[in-house]
């Protein structure tokens, strides 16, 4: 951990808790060491600084290359435990980046969405978390963060708003022989993003809410007796993507 992160850890704690009214449950659950995939939902830009806040050991983020062209700026995301990763290629090199940090049992955070909820609601994951997580064997930390939504950059020393971080029980995925299929990649990733929505109010939970997800299993309940029916196999699935890759909806 590094001296800027600790200052920063310091100073966000102080104004969150202080100048605002931070809301920490769950903390306790935390694994103290060995690699750790932090998976939580996407509001805001100060997303990030609460999660470092809220758990008490380093956390390991990556960002996109171009953000580090300026020496300032990469000697700053450095300093806070931010990689770079390169989007073009095969668009899996945030995933091996990711995969590399794990193996040095580091905890790193992910937000399955890819990207900041444009209504501030959880939108339909990506299966890079699912990959991440079935390649490395490592534990799930769900975390549903509410309130970030609220801040504007210019408020961030002076929140005066309620932030909270519910942090759930860590889980791992269950070990799979050979190449899983479409239906259980998907399958994984509900229940990855099902975790972090039962940590949120109803409000943020958006698609993954109860009567979004009833009509999710009706029609996944459809496309499995229309498969059946046609005697045809699915396509098969795209590259997974990494985390902060879109694809868009599915």
């Known amino acids: 951990m590094t001296l800027l992160y600790r200052l920063g850890c310091g100073?966000?704690?102080?104004?969150?808790?202080?100048?605002?009214?931070?809301?920490?449950?769950?903390?306790?659950?935390?694994?103290?060491?060995?690699?750790?995939?932090?998976?939580?939902?996407?509001?805001?830009?100060?997303?990030?600084?609460?999660?470092?806040?809220?758990?008490?050991?380093?956390?390991?983020?990556?960002?996109?290359?171009?953000?580090?062209?300026?020496?300032?700026?990469?000697?700053?995301?450095r300093n806070f435990h931010v990689s770079p990763f390169d989007r073009s290629g095969l668009r899996i090199d945030a995933v091996r980046l990711l995969l590399r940090m794990l193996a040095q049992d580091q905890a790193v955070v992910v937000f399955p969405e890819g990207h900041r909820s444009p209504d501030h609601t959880m939108q339909h994951g990506e299966l890079g978390v699912v990959y991440l997580a079935l390649k490395s064997q490592a534990p799930i930390l769900p975390v549903g963060l509410s309130g970030t939504e609220k801040l504007s950059a210019w408020r961030m020393p002076f929140p005066l708003c309620?932030?909270?971080?519910?942090?759930?029980?860590?889980?791992?995925?269950?070990?799979?022989?050979?190449?899983?299929?479409?239906?259980?990649?998907?399958?994984?990733?509900?229940?990855?993003?099902?975790?972090?929505?039962?940590?949120?109010?109803?409000?943020?939970?958006?698609?993954?809410?109860?009567?979004?997800?009833?009509?999710?299993?009706?029609?996944?309940?459809?496309?499995?007796?229309?498969?059946?029916?046609?005697?045809?196999?699915?396509?098969?699935?795209p590259l997974p993507l990494g985390p902060g890759e879109t694809r868009g909806p599915r």
């Open 11 to 77: 100073t966000a704690r102080f104004c969150f808790s202080n100048l605002g009214r931070l809301e920490v449950n769950g903390r306790e659950g935390v694994p103290p060491y060995g690699p750790l995939i932090v998976a939580a939902n996407h509001l805001s830009f100060t997303d990030p600084p609460l999660l470092v806040v809220s758990i008490f050991r380093p956390l390991h983020f990556i960002a996109k290359r171009e953000l580090f062209a300026n020496p300032i700026s990469r000697n700053f995301l």
């Open 162 to 237: 309620r932030l909270r971080a519910n942090i759930g029980q860590p889980f791992t995925l269950p070990v799979l022989e050979g190449r899983p299929s479409r239906e259980v990649l998907h399958s994984l990733q509900d229940m990855i993003m099902g975790r972090i929505a039962a940590l949120l109010p109803e409000q943020y939970r958006g698609v993954y809410s109860s009567g979004a997800s009833a009509l999710r299993g009706a029609a996944a309940d459809m496309a499995t007796q229309a498969d059946t029916a046609g005697g045809g196999t699915p396509p098969p699935e």
